[in-house]
């Protein structure tokens, strides 16, 4: 069964520092989201996208946040300038939405800034 | 605005126990409603879902009916087994407008399950 997949599953880094997370969705699928879980609190949205752009963002996803969809098959979300309060568990997640309005999700990437 | 409120955890029982987790929701109009169960080192799965009032959702034992009254969407199972030990997270998608795809989650109540 086809499913979405997240690299790195862990990444540290240093504040300050730019990070990537990737994300390959499910290949006939057109919509793409980033979700974040701080440790503790709700799986929070991030943003959505479609068709080479973004179609919603929350109030989160500032300026140091950029998502992208490079080659056609991956998904990146860039953080700039990462601080201690962007660590958290990352969830990409992908959907066809053509009947059926289910988001499949990835494994997540687990970031911790240090 | 809308907002999911889960039952905190954790939530231990004994195999064959009955289970309940409770959700109520915040929404305007008629949302679509979600229970995600999240398995050690995997990703968010779908587990059942209702899209309007009264529906009932349920697969591999898990039922939850969509409660408009109470705005509720309790995940309950009659029987749990090992296997159900993770991470259940209920869930809603706003209807229509410019929210149409964006999940709304409550914080996730673990399940341990023993034998």
């Known amino acids: 069964e086809p499913e979405v997949t997240q690299t790195p599953s862990h990444q540290v880094t240093q504040m300050g520092q730019e990070v990537i997370l990737r994300c390959v969705p499910i290949?006939?699928?057109?919509?793409f989201y980033w979700y974040r879980q701080i440790l503790g609190q709700k799986v929070e949205f991030l943003v959505s996208?479609?068709?080479?752009?973004?179609?919603?963002k929350s109030e989160i996803f500032d300026d140091q946040f950029s998502v992208e969809r490079p080659d056609g098959s991956n998904f990146t979300l860039k953080i700039r300038s990462t601080k201690l309060e962007d660590s958290a568990m990352y969830f990409c997640?992908?959907?066809?939405?053509?009947?059926?309005?289910?988001?499949?999700f990835g494994p997540g990437t687990r970031l911790t800034v240090t | 605005g809308d907002s999911v409120t889960q039952m905190e955890g954790p939530v231990t029982l004994s195999e064959e126990a009955f289970l309940t987790i409770n959700c109520t929701y915040t929404?305007?109009?008629?949302?679509?409603l979600f229970w995600y169960v999240q398995y050690p080192g995997e990703g968010l799965q779908l587990l059942l879902k209702?899209?309007?009032?009264?529906d009932k959702g349920s697969n591999k034992g898990f039922e939850a009916t969509y409660r408009k009254e109470t705005t509720s969407f309790h995940l309950e199972k009659g029987s749990v087994q090992v296997s159900d030990s993770a991470v259940y997270f209920c869930?809603?998608?706003?209807?229509?407008?410019?929210?149409?795809?964006?999940?709304?989650f409550g914080r996730g109540t673990q399940l341990t399950v023993w034998p």
């Open positions: 997640a992908s959907e066809k939405r053509t009947g059926v309005y289910e988001q499949y």
């Open positions: 290949s006939n699928h057109l919509y």
């Open positions: 996208f479609y068709n080479n752009e973004i179609s919603e």
């Open positions: 929404a305007t109009g008629y949302p679509s």
């Open positions: 209702a899209t309007k009032a009264d």
């Open positions: 869930a809603l998608r706003a209807e229509g407008g410019s929210t149409l795809g964006r999940l709304y």
